[in-house]
């Protein structure tokens, strides 16, 4: 599956519609520079490897595993922040984070 236009912008704005993918997450809290998060990025990382690995001898087992971090924040905590005063304006510790890989689709939810 070729999700190129998917993963990068154009000048713009537009509508990219893509198949029902499935993907294997972590979730976490804190700061995304803390060595807690890299580790969780590595064993993501790894763990998509080994999947692949074992069960997906595709060609496009072969493309880079691309790890998609979302971001967001408790606003009862925070308070509304306009995303250009962002990292001004909320505690880093205060995020919550999402790490998630795309899996091919020839892997199974029964094999993950």
Known sequence: ?????????????????????????VLGEG?????IFYKKKKMMIQFSEKLQEVYDRTEEA???????????????????VDIGNFYTSVDLDLLNYRIAIRI????TKEQI
């Open 1 to 25: 599956m070729n999700l190129q236009n998917y993963y990068k912008a154009k000048q713009e704005p537009e509508v990219v519609v893509i198949p029902k993918t499935t993907y294997i997450s």
């Open 31 to 35: 700061s995304p520079g803390t060595s």
């Open 62 to 80: 072969l493309e880079d595993h691309i790890v998609e971090i979302f971001y967001w924040y408790n606003e009862a905590e925070t308070g509304f």
């Open 104 to 107: 091919p689709e020839t892997i």
